[in-house]
């Protein structure tokens, strides 16, 4: 059983759109939700976080929580074709001794002009 | 450093050989984590160190997969005896302490087993 799941995809929008990024995690003690942009050859790259329910907006990004239902979101508004890239949600999620991050498999969107 | 780093970014071996994966995590950065992105595919977790505290291997998946930490800083990957399927991308990820703040990752190694 996978423990952070996102739809595969892939996804695809028209540049301008709203582009809406889904995840959802097994684990209730999860605190710390993060989403990474990943670019096809890069690794991935840091791009948003949130602990608390509701939403975190940082420029075109929203990240949305919501821990009773156990489910994060990503919106990306005015998308552009730049934006085109697998979107990776990972959660902390009880493993071993400790707590790390556990990632989804990823959402690939396409932007197109 | 500025990054974590990571070398060789490339490297092709043949079946059977050793290989080591080096990682130079950010400077301060306590917790150091290594994972494999197979082709198309998401981030698998291998090992995490932790300061001076055990490392984590719950995700090493088998025994000709082992890692160090030296110092508490630098940390190597090996993988003896390499199979095909061992062909991935091994990412070394560090984070100053705690997972609340996020994963910054390395620009990976690409083992290719041939």
């Known amino acids: 059983q996978k423990e952070v799941e996102q739809n595969s995809g892939p996804l695809s929008v028209p540049e301008g759109a709203i582009a809406s990024l889904n995840c959802t995690y097994s684990?209730?003690?999860?605190?710390?939700f993060f989403w990474y942009r990943q670019y096809s050859g890069k690794s991935p790259e840091l791009i948003m976080f949130?602990?608390?329910?509701g939403d975190k907006e940082d420029g075109r990004f929203t990240a949305q929580l919501n821990k009773a239902s156990q489910y994060v979101s990503l919106l990306i508004r005015d998308s552009q074709p730049s934006d085109s890239a697998t979107y990776l949600c990972a959660a902390d999620i009880s493993s071993g001794s400790a707590r790390q991050l556990t990632f989804g498999s990823g959402t690939q969107l396409t932007v197109l002009p | 450093g500025a990054g974590v780093s990571q070398s060789p970014s490339n490297k092709v071996t043949e079946k059977g050989k050793d290989v080591e994966l080096r990682c130079d995590p950010i400077s301060g950065h306590t917790a150091l984590y290594w994972y494999r992105q197979s082709l198309g595919q998401g981030l698998e977790f291998l090992i995490y160190f932790q300061g001076n505290s055990a490392p984590d291997k719950s995700g090493l998946p088998s025994d000709r997969f082992s890692a160090e930490r030296t110092g508490g800083s630098v940390s190597t990957l090996t993988i003896q005896r390499t199979q095909q399927e061992d062909s991935a991308v091994y990412l070394c990820?560090?984070?100053?302490?705690?997972?609340?703040?996020?994963?910054?990752f390395g620009s990976g190694t690409r083992l290719t087993v041939v």
């Open positions: 990820a560090s984070s100053p302490g705690p997972v609340n703040y996020g994963y910054t």
């Open positions: 949130i602990y608390s329910n």
């Open positions: 684990d209730r003690g999860s605190q710390s």
